[in-house]
């Protein structure tokens, strides 16, 4: 009987795994399809996009070129226009790195992570099995904000089959955006929204690609014992906090609630005010101590807090290496820095490639 099953289990296994393997790849040459027939339209010299609203039967394609709108519609099957929501808790990750606050400064980013390895010269996933978090705010202020999202949604597809992982969380800008506060757009996005006849916000609604990749976002992950999130969490908000999945599925929900109705106001509003998630500065306030942080830690169940938000000159470390703050100030356009964790050592990698671990 011994001898029957198991190479009748092995086989099962094997199928499996090809079955796996099979599925798989067909999504990334559904992505390669896309690549192919947007590119006929924006290789080289567009000026914005593509923004890509999902039709009944087909997807329109719309890219700005020479100040003109060029659209095309494609079929629905040749981009992945379906996304799960992310998981909010991961474990046994022996690489990491994380910046946050990019806002637009493509180049830059791009220089930051090949310099250090997590990606190549010609922009592909480098890290392996590593994961790269970005802690919230790609929009606003900067002009490349199309090419960071469809950069990483390209570059989340390469880390996945080398069983690594992007985590794009969801800022305070981002949330700004949906929630029609469009105080900070570039001027060529206000320019883009009035050539596509529509609004900014409206270039990111639930029926477009990027859209409803937004969508899947998480707001808060927690990745081994290190939690991670735009502004941090107050005191306040502790209890929230420790249902990790319930929290990012109400901030996902508050995404198509309007801001100016009772419901939103009632039920969501609290998650945008100064001591929420996405907002908070209090890391950066005299009131707490450290006390008070390891309280915070303790009611969270994590070691350590990597925040954003707060603009310093590097990647910084507070309260005796317990609060990290991954916000170098990207948004200047002029420097950065990753913060990184490899196998529980915490260092920054600069814009030369090098490290400098935290003692
Ligand atoms: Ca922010």
Same mark, same amino acid.
Do not use: C
């Given at each position: 009987m011994k001898? %029957? ?15 796996? &393997?099979?599925?798989s790849?067909?999504?990334?040459s559904?992505?390669?399809k896309?690549a192919?027939d ?8 567009? +000026?914005d ?7 009944k ?30 998981? $909010? ?5 022996s ?6 606050d990019?806002?637009?400064?493509? +180049? ?15 922009? +592909?996933w480098?890290f392996?099995?590593?994961h ?6 790609? %929009?606003?202020r ?8 469809? %950069? ?7 880390? %996945?089959?080398q ?5 794009y ?6 949330y700004?955006?949906?929630?029609k506060?469009?105080?900070?757009i570039?001027?060529?996005y ?7 006849n529509?609004t ?6 639930k029926?477009?690609?990027? *859209? ?29 906090? !420790? ?10 929900k508050?995404?198509? &609630?309007? &801001?100016?109705?009772? /419901?939103f !106001? ?9 001591? $929420? ?12 101590t450290?006390?008070d942080?390891?309280?915070l ?6 070691n ?7 603009s310093?000159n590097s990647? /910084?470390?507070?309260?005796s290496?317990?609060?990290?703050v991954?916000? $170098?100030s ?5 420097? *950065?820095?990753?913060?990184f ?8 990698g600069?814009?030369? *490639?090098?490290?400098? !671990?935290?003692?």
């Amino acid at each position: 009987m011994k001898n %029957f099953l198991y190479p009748t289990l092995h086989w099962f296994v094997r199928a499996i795994i090809f079955i796996f &393997i099979l599925t798989s790849n067909s999504l990334y040459s559904q992505y390669d399809k896309l690549a192919s027939d947007v590119k006929v339209l924006y290789e080289g010299q567009i +000026d914005d996009g593509p923004y890509i609203e999902i039709l009944k039967k087909n997807l329109n394609v719309a890219v700005i070129k020479d100040g003109e709108v060029i659209t095309k519609e494609i079929p629905k099957t040749a981009i992945n226009i379906k996304f799960k929501p992310e998981a $909010s808790i991961y474990k046994g990750v022996s690489k990491i790195a994380a910046f946050s606050d990019l806002h637009g400064q493509y +180049d830059l980013s791009l220089k930051l992570l090949e310099k250090n390895k997590i990606i190549d010269k010609k922009g +592909d996933w480098n890290f392996g099995d590593g994961h790269l978090v970005i802690v919230g705010d790609i %929009f606003d202020r900067g002009d490349k904000v199309t090419d960071i999202l469809w %950069f990483l949604f390209k570059l989340e597809k390469q880390a %996945f089959q080398q069983n690594g992982k992007v985590h794009y969380l969801l800022g305070n800008h981002e949330y700004m955006i949906f929630q029609k506060d469009l105080r900070h757009i570039n001027k060529k996005y206000k320019k883009t929204s009035k050539l596509l006849n529509t609004t900014y916000t409206d270039l990111f609604g639930k029926n477009t690609v990027l *859209g409803r990749w937004l969508r899947s976002k998480s707001t808060i992950v927690k990745i081994n014992d290190v939690l991670y999130v735009h502004g941090g969490i107050s005191p306040e908000f502790v209890n929230e906090a !420790q249902n990790l999945g319930s929290l990012n599925s109400k901030m996902r929900k508050s995404i198509d &609630i309007d &801001i100016d109705s009772k /419901k939103f !106001q009632n039920k969501y509003e609290k998650y945008f005010l100064d001591n $929420s998630p996405v907002w908070y500065r209090g890391y950066f306030k005299d009131s707490l101590t450290e006390g008070d942080i390891d309280e915070l830690l303790l009611g969270l169940n994590v070691n350590k807090i990597v925040v954003g938000h707060t603009s310093q000159n590097s990647v /910084k470390s507070l309260f005796s290496n317990k609060i990290f703050v991954v916000d $170098s100030s990207i948004k200047n356009g002029k420097k *950065g820095q990753l913060l990184f964790i490899e196998n529980g050592v915490f260092s920054k990698g600069t814009l030369n *490639g090098n490290r400098k !671990q935290f003692n």
